[in-house]
């Protein structure tokens, strides 16, 4: 374990930290020493919690629906019985629609919003209180959907800008509280996700259109999860502790690049 960003003696929650942006996460911050409570309504999440355990981390599961206020007090109870910490929560469950605001019902944009954003505010209300006695680390995962204008996006840049605002109450409000509160906007990262929504959206053209969603970012390509989660693990370890009420683009120069 490196002595740089480490998180020895750390307690952390990672929501959808089971695939994707999430799974990297959870490993990583495992690797660097903490220990690493994954939660998640896919039971798949046990295979991210033995493959951290496979390499002697820590690592627990708890499934649960993040947009059910008490199915999150019933874990946060949980950790704190045993733990009697929690000292870093990364927000990254979250689900994504394509539609325009004529093409996106209303059970669309409630269901997006209960996970989106009821399910961060679930987290971040259960949480702060236990940070409050020793400080902490909240990192929520944003888009460059609430950034720029992307079609089809109507509901999923909603709940992303909503993202952002709740970002920045909470480092206002809870700093005196040595609370941090950062959030990381990605773009296209190529996650089993992308994968599924193709195969869903575009059948028999996967290849193509995962081309031409690569060459829209002007790198030229998707991010990676574990490029992510590098930024993930410096904001959340105390070599960042100088750094609150930010957003840290992770776009391949997305946002500033695509004139």
């Given at each position: 374990?490196?002595?740089?960003?480490?998180?020895?003696?750390?307690?952390?929650?990672?929501?959808?930290?089971?695939?994707?942006?999430?799974?990297?996460?959870?490993?990583?911050?495992?690797?660097?020493?903490?220990?690493?409570?994954?939660?998640?309504?896919?039971?798949?999440?046990?295979?991210?919690?033995?493959?951290?355990?496979?390499?002697?981390?820590?690592?627990?599961?708890?499934?649960?629906?993040?947009?059910?206020?008490?199915?999150?007090?019933?874990?946060?109870?949980?950790?704190?019985?045993?733990?009697?910490?929690?000292?870093?929560?990364?927000?990254?469950?979250?689900?994504?629609?394509?539609?325009?605001?004529?093409?996106?019902?209303?059970?669309?944009?409630?269901?997006?919003?209960?996970?989106?954003?009821?399910?961060?505010?679930?987290?971040?209300?259960?949480?702060?209180?236990?940070?409050?006695?020793?400080?902490?680390?909240?990192?929520?995962?944003?888009?460059?959907?609430?950034?720029?204008?992307?079609?089809?996006r109507f509901a999923y840049?909603?709940?992303?800008?909503?993202?952002?605002?709740?970002?920045?109450?909470?480092?206002?409000?809870?700093?005196?509280?040595?609370?941090?509160?950062?959030?990381?906007?990605?773009?296209?990262?190529?996650?089993?996700?992308?994968?599924?929504?193709?195969?869903?959206?575009?059948?028999?053209?996967?290849?193509?259109?995962?081309?031409?969603?690569?060459?829209?970012?002007?790198?030229?390509?998707?991010?990676?999860?574990?490029?992510?989660?590098?930024?993930?693990?410096?904001?959340?370890?105390?070599?960042?502790?100088?750094?609150?009420?930010?957003?840290?683009?992770?776009?391949?120069?997305?946002?500033?690049?695509?004139?």
């Amino acid at each position: 374990m490196s002595t740089i960003f480490s998180l020895k003696g750390k307690i952390s929650i990672i929501t959808g930290g089971g695939s994707g942006i999430g799974k990297a996460i959870s490993i990583l911050f495992a690797k660097q020493g903490s220990e690493v409570h994954l939660l998640d309504l896919d039971d798949n999440t046990s295979i991210a919690t033995e493959e951290i355990n496979a390499f002697q981390g820590k690592a627990f599961f708890h499934k649960c629906n993040v947009a059910q206020q008490g199915e999150i007090r019933t874990v946060v109870d949980s950790i704190i019985a045993t733990a009697n910490k929690i000292d870093i929560l990364v927000n990254n469950a979250g689900i994504a629609h394509v539609g325009t605001i004529e093409t996106t019902s209303e059970e669309d944009l409630v269901r997006l919003f209960n996970v989106n954003v009821k399910g961060m505010y679930n987290c971040m209300h259960e949480v702060i209180p236990v940070m409050k006695n020793t400080g902490g680390v909240i990192l929520n995962l944003a888009s460059v959907a609430a950034l720029v204008g992307i079609p089809d996006r109507f509901a999923y840049s909603m709940t992303k800008g909503a993202v952002l605002g709740m970002t920045l109450s909470v480092a206002k409000d809870y700093i005196a509280h040595n609370i941090r509160c950062n959030s990381i906007s990605p773009a296209r990262v190529h996650t089993p996700f992308v994968d599924g929504f193709l195969k869903k959206n575009f059948p028999g053209k996967e290849k193509e259109m995962f081309e031409k969603l690569s060459k829209t970012q002007p790198i030229g390509r998707m991010g990676t999860p574990e490029e992510v989660a590098h930024l993930a693990l410096y904001l959340c370890s105390d070599e960042a502790a100088f750094i609150s009420g930010c957003d840290y683009p992770v776009d391949g120069g997305f946002v500033k690049l695509n004139n």
